[in-house]
Structures are given as C-alpha cells and as structure tokens.
C-alpha cells in the first residue's frame, strides 16, 4: 500500500478512537463540560460544512463532468449529494432514539436516572448505543477515507473534525455500562469497540471501492461522501451543540471551524 492509502486508515482509526476519549471524560468528570462540547461540535461542523460544499462537492461535480459531459455530470453528482444524504438518514431512520448516538446525552442525565433505572436496563442502553455508534462511524469512516484518498490535508482536517464529534459518543456509551457495571475497564472496552466501526469503514472503502475507482466511480462516492458529511453536520452536530449551548459558542465555532478550513485549503493548495 502507498503512504496515502496508510496515511488515510490511520486517520480513521485516529477518528474513530476518539470514542475512547469520551469514556476517559465521563470516568474523571462529574459534570459535562458544555462549553467546551458547544465549541467544539460547532467547530467540527463548520470544518464538515465548508469542506464538503467548497471542495469535496466540486472535485465530484468535477470528474463526473469531465467523465459524463457537462450536464449529464452535474445531475449524476445531485444524485450521488443526495443520495449520500439518503444513506445516512435511513441508518438513522431504523435506530431507536433511545439508542441513537446523535440524541445528545450527558453525564448528569445518567446519574440523575440512575435511581430510577435498573442495571440490567442501563446496561442494554449502553450496548445498544454501542452497536448504534458503530453502525454510524461505518459510512464516517467510508467518507474519511475516500477524503484522505483524494486529498491528505483534506483527510487530515475532516479526521480531526469526526474525532471532535465522537467524543460525547463515547460518553454515550461507557456512562451507562459503568453504571450497570461499576467496571471503567469494561465500559471502556466497549466504546472502544464501537469505534473501530470508522476503520472497518475505511477498509471496506479500500478493498471494495478502490480496485473500481474509475473518474466517474470516484466522482459518485466522492459527492455522497460531501452528502453524508452535510446531512451529519445538520442533523447531529449543530443539534447537539446548540444543546450544549452558552452565549452562541456553537455558531461562534462553527464560523471558526469554516474560517481555518477555508484559510487551511489556501494555504495547503
């Protein structure tokens, strides 16, 4: 394998293990750090936004008009856009809310429900939010790679962007197992686990779609890959960091993360 083919299943795996730095904030904090969340969701947003719309979107636009001809290639690239949206909203569409890593949890809520919620039911949320997390870092991974591929400072900033998002996932997922459990190591373990989704991802995009990667090929993933990355950026992120919310620092980060992701691409051309 060449060093970008590596260079891109380490950042998914880079990304994907971010899930474990969520386990590590739950185990060593009371309270959810909102402010910093808020921020940083934002920023990883405003990074997917901008990335996906000003480059990932035109460089498919690009090789399938090249490859189809002016009009046949821009249609074929909506479809693959939203198509890529289409994917992501059935994975979540067929996962139970109470599961479902993008409605937003925090430590508190699960030591306010803990009284009234027995172990055996804390458990089964945690593994059910596992399997869901690992379900939706799949195509994250796909995408991140697929980017590297193309572009490695691409990669490297939508990497960076993922591993922010995965961060209160990983909370999702070892706060109530601890509970259950009482065991750091075991909870740990399995927000781990689901991480790994984003590299399996990486590796199915390599061993499947790279021996086929004809321009247009390319172009179709690479405008569902800008689709998936939207559809997340608007259905979980911004959510989520508006929850988190104190005095706008959502769109403050959102704004910061389009800003460094714009000046990034001038800068890297």
């Known amino acids: 394998m060449d060093g970008n083919v590596l260079l891109a299943l380490g950042l998914t795996l880079f990304a994907g293990l971010a899930t474990g730095v969520g386990s590590l904030i739950a185990f060593f904090t009371s309270r959810t750090n909102t402010k910093f969340l808020s921020l940083a969701l934002g920023f990883s947003a405003g990074v997917m936004i901008y990335v996906s719309l000003v480059e990932i979107f035109v460089k498919a636009k690009d090789a399938l008009t090249n490859a189809l001809g002016t009009t046949n290639g821009y249609w074929m690239t909506i479809l693959g856009f939203f198509g890529g949206m289409l994917f992501i909203a059935l994975i979540d569409k067929f996962i139970p809310k109470a599961t479902n890593p993008h409605e937003v949890k925090l430590v508190e809520d699960v030591n306010a429900i803990k009284p009234q919620v027995n172990e055996e039911h804390l458990m089964k949320m945690g593994v059910f939010t596992a399997l869901a997390i690992g379900i939706h870092n799949f195509p994250e991974g796909i995408a991140t790679f697929m980017s590297a591929i193309n572009d490695p400072n691409v990669g490297i900033a939508i990497a960076i962007a993922v591993a922010i998002h995965n961060i209160p996932e ?8 601890f509970f259950a459990t009482g065991n750091r190591r075991k909870a740990f373990k399995l927000s781990f686990l689901s991480g790994l989704a984003e590299p399996v991802g ?46 706008h620092l959502s769109m403050y980060g959102l704004v910061g993360g389009m800003a460094v992701m714009a000046i990034s691409l001038v800068l890297l051309a």
């Open 202 to 247: 990486a590796l199915v995009a390599f061993l499947l779609l790279m021996p086929f990667l004809t321009d247009v090929m390319f172009g179709i993933v690479f405008a569902g890959v800008a689709g998936i990355m939207v559809f997340i950026s608007l259905d979980e992120l911004l959510p989520a960091a508006q929850r988190y919310d104190e005095t």
């Open 170 to 177: 990983g909370i999702a997922v070892s706060v109530p197992i």
